[in-house]
């Protein structure tokens, strides 16, 4: 019986000892799962935002005075889209001095960001963030932001060049169709020519048409890449078929001093045949205008576009970061409600009554 006491005393101390080495694993164990959990998460995530805290902040305060300036320069972008996508209306049109006008007003927009986005990348020159170990000292948003900005200023830098693709080539389809609209005048004015019996002068004034049409196929050429069939291939075709059969009807009836003879009989129907395969409106034109645009003009047009998505992209960038996310924004902003929606009863047309 008296040894008992002695047995249980070191039991009771190996039981403490246990408890203690237990609690000591369970410290060790929460350290290191902290500190694995602290490895899980990489410089630049937000889990390491402090990491990165006073690099995003330099870098974000030199990307807010480039957004300032590109916000400016989104605007002059927006003028020049406008300027574009006008003289590509415009075209179709009978004025051609308001293409001339909407070019005029491209070009100093295009000025402009040339100037303005060259600025803004010289000043930004150096700027950090791609370096090969970028990742530890900038948050992945501030880098976002960054590639975000720069690749708007380089498209801006860029357009100076897609615009003068849009001058060249609205300007050499607007000669175009001025050639188009002289010549249909020429061929008036040898109609009214030949209905008071000037039938000489009328088949004369003719070849100037006919030379029309020979220099509107010279630019066909020049404009359009495509070798295949055009419209303008037709329009060419039949307007000088039409101008050859209209003077040698004019030339038989100056030969025959105005009497209807079998020979102005065979000419009037080769002229009314001719004249059948005419464009009947100017729906003809407008086609025509599409296939110069294909020659480049639309795709200066698209890069304009490109370069205006690019610059809303590194404007909205600028929201994106968490340094900016302190307070709510319009559209974080609490909406203020004035209770539950009530449904109103048949008849009730929700105005008090008098």
Request: proline fraction near 5%; hydrophobic fraction near 45%.
């Amino acid at each position: 019986m008296s040894s008992a006491p002695a047995r249980l005393q070191p039991n009771l101390m190996r039981a403490a000892r246990g408890i203690v080495w237990t609690f000591l694993f369970a410290v060790l164990a929460a350290g290191a799962a902290g500190l694995v959990a602290q490895a899980t998460h990489p410089p630049g995530s937000p889990a390491r935002a402090d990491l990165t805290a006073e690099g995003d902040a330099a870098l974000n305060a030199r990307l807010d005075q480039a957004s300032l300036r590109l916000q400016a320069i989104s605007d002059d972008v927006d003028s020049l889209a406008a300027s574009a996508k006008a003289a590509l209306e415009e075209l179709s049109g009978t004025d051609q001095t308001a293409v001339q006008a909407s070019l005029e007003q491209g070009n100093q927009a295009a000025d402009t960001i040339d100037t303005a986005a060259h600025a803004v990348l010289a000043g930004l020159a150096g700027l950090p963030g791609d370096e090969p170990d970028a990742v530890l000292h900038f948050g992945n948003d501030t880098l976002a932001r960054r590639a975000a900005v720069l690749a708007a200023l380089d498209a801006a830098a860029g357009l100076k060049a897609s615009w003068l693709v849009v001058t060249t080539q609205a300007l050499q389809a607007s000669d175009l169709l001025a050639l188009i609209g002289d010549h249909d005048q020429v061929v008036l004015n040898a109609a009214a020519q030949g209905r008071s019996r000037q039938y000489g002068p009328a088949a004369t004034t003719l070849n100037d048409a006919i030379l029309d049409v020979a220099n509107v196929k010279e630019q066909r050429d020049k404009l359009i890449a495509d070798t295949g069939p055009t419209v303008l291939d037709e329009w060419i075709e039949r307007n000088r078929n039409y101008d050859l059969a209209l003077q040698a009807l004019y030339v038989a009836l100056e030969q025959s001093h105005g009497k209807v003879t079998v020979k102005v009989q065979a000419a009037r129907r080769l002229e009314r045949e001719a004249f059948a395969q005419l464009p009947p409106d100017r729906r003809t034109i407008i086609v025509i205008v599409a296939e110069v645009a294909r020659g480049g003009l639309t795709q200066a047009v698209l890069a304009i576009e490109d370069a205006r998505g690019r610059i809303d992209d590194a404007l909205a960038e600028a929201g994106n970061q968490p340094s900016r996310s302190g307070g709510p924004t319009e559209s974080q902003a609490p909406v203020a409600t004035e209770g539950p929606e009530q449904s109103l009863a048949p008849g009730e047309s929700g105005v008090p009554l008098p």
